[in-house]
């Protein structure tokens, strides 16, 4: 079983940046950042696994947001930059232990607020 704790989330304004980090118990295969906006359902931003570099995104955060491992401290970030009122939501770190399918562990989540 794995535990994720996630942090820093916040109220930002338009065109602000906000880093969002995920501590890890244990090691897993990848990692990735979901995202929940209110009456809508979660979505992926971003995943990368813990053996390539080799990130990807949503397009609607292409350019704006950067995701990266540090195997040191088994953490994960999101640097999200020039944030718009539509990336306001609740933030969720994932992991999975396989190469493909469903990500089973959960952090508890992080609200993430732009206001223009």
């Known amino acids: 079983q794995v535990q994720l704790t996630e942090s820093g989330g916040g109220l930002v304004q338009v065109g602000g940046s906000l880093r969002l980090s995920c501590t890890a118990s244990?090691?897993?295969?990848?990692m990735a950042w979901f995202r929940q906006a209110p009456g809508k359902e979660r979505e992926p931003v971003a995943t990368?696994?813990?053996?390539?570099?080799?990130?990807h995104y949503t397009d609607a955060v292409k350019g704006r947001f950067n995701i990266s491992l540090d195997a040191d401290t088994n953490t994960a970030y999101l640097q999200m930059n020039n944030l718009k009122p539509e990336d306001t939501a609740v933030y969720y770190c994932?992991?999975?232990?396989?190469?493909?399918?469903?990500?089973?562990?959960w952090g508890q989540g992080t609200q993430v607020t732009v206001s223009s």
């Open positions: 990368m696994s813990w053996y390539g570099n080799n990130p």
């Open positions: 994932a992991a999975r232990e396989a190469i493909v399918g469903t990500y089973q562990y």
């Open positions: 244990g090691r897993t295969y990848s």
